[in-house]
C-alpha cells in the first residue's frame, strides 16, 4: 500500500488450482456438478488464494470429500492475474466437464478486499454455498508488556487508541479487522487506531518483541508455539467460546462484545443453477457434517462452523455489512494511507 511497497488493495496474484471431484452415485450421493459419465456424476473444484491463504482450506475439504466418496480427476497448478477478492473466470487444470459448476474456496480476506476495491460484494458475485471453517484469532502482548490483562489494553485503547500501537497481517485484513470490532466495541474512535500491518506473523512478532506495537493480533495457530514458550502472552481469544488446552479468556468474558472468526466458505459461479446449487449445498452439508471433517479441522487447529444455503447466505449479508462498517470505521474506505510493511518499512515505524 502506497509508499510501503504495497498497493492499496489492487491486483493480486491469486494462486489457482483446478481440483476435479467425482460423487459417486451408487448410494444416492450427490455431488455437485452436471455432466453425468459412467454412472458419476462430475464436479469441479477451483481453489484460489492470496498467499495460498486458502490452498491448505480447499485441499483439507477436497480430501474429506474424497474420503466420503469424491475422488479427484486430476490438479495442475496455474497463477492468474485477477482483482483482488474477485472470482476467478477460468478453471486451471484437467476439466471434469464443459458444463460442471465450479467450487471456489475463499473466505473474509476477499469479502473485505472487494470491499477495498469498491468492487461488487461475494454476495453479488458468486453463488454462497456453504460456511466451512473459521481461525481463532488471538490478542499477544511480549512477555515483558506491563498489560497483565485485556482490561489494561481495553483502557488503553479507549483513552488514547493513536498511542497504542498495535501490529498484525496485511492492513483491511482479519487480523486488522478484529483490531476495529474490538475499538468499536469499547466506544474507541476507529479512526485513531495505530496499526501496522505485516506480510508475516514473523513481521509482527519481532515488531512486538523490539517494543514497536503494544499488542499483536494474528491466527491462533501461528502463535500457539510462542505462547508456550512464554515469548507472548495471550490476552484473549475471538472466538465465543474459549479454546481447549489454553488458559484464556475470550473476548466476551472480557465484557467486548465480539465474536470473531477468519472464516472460509465455499461459492458457486454467479449464476448457478437451482439444481446444480441444491446438489452443491448437499454435498457441502455432507462433508462439512463428517467426522472426516471435524478431524480435519481439529488436525489443523480450525473450528468447524458448516452453515448450508439459505441460512449461509442470509449470515453472509450480514458479515458484509459488518466488514463494511468497520472499515469504515478505521477510515479504510476512503482513505489512501497505507501502513502496511513489506520488508523495508517506508512509514518510519
Known sequence: MGGSGEKRMGRRRLLACGLGVAAGMAAGVAGCGTERAGGVLRTGFLIHASGHRWDRAGKAFADAARTMGFTPDGRQVAEAEVPAGARPTATHGPSPGADAPVITVTGLAALAAAELNKGRSLVETATPLARLSGQVEVVVVSDRSPLKAFDDLGAGLLAAPGRTPLAGGPQGEPDHLLFGLIARALGADGRQVDYTGYSSSGGAASALLAGKAVAVAGPLTEWRSAIGRGQVRALAVSSAQRVPDLD??????????????????????????????????????????????????????????????????????????????????????????????????????
Open 248 to 349: 484464556v479468556p475470550t473476548l466476551l468474558e472480557c465484557g467486548v462484545r465480539v465474536d470473531f472468526a477468519d472464516w472460509t466458505a465455499a461459492f458457486g459461479p454467479e449464476k448457478m443453477s437451482d439444481a446444480d446449487r441444491d446438489a452443491a449445498v448437499r454435498m457441502c452439508g455432507q462433508v462439512t457434517g463428517s467426522s472426516v471433517w471435524e478431524a480435519a479441522c481439529r488436525a489443523a487447529g480450525w473450528l468447524p462452523i458448516p452453515l448450508l444455503g439459505d441460512d449461509f447466505a442470509r449470515w453472509l449479508r450480514t458479515e458484509v455489512a459488518r466488514t463494511r462498517a468497520v472499515l469504515r470505521d478505521l477510515g479504510l474506505l476512503d482513505s489512501t494511507k497505507a501502513t502496511t510493511c513489506w520488508g523495508s518499512c517506508g512509514n518510519g515505524h
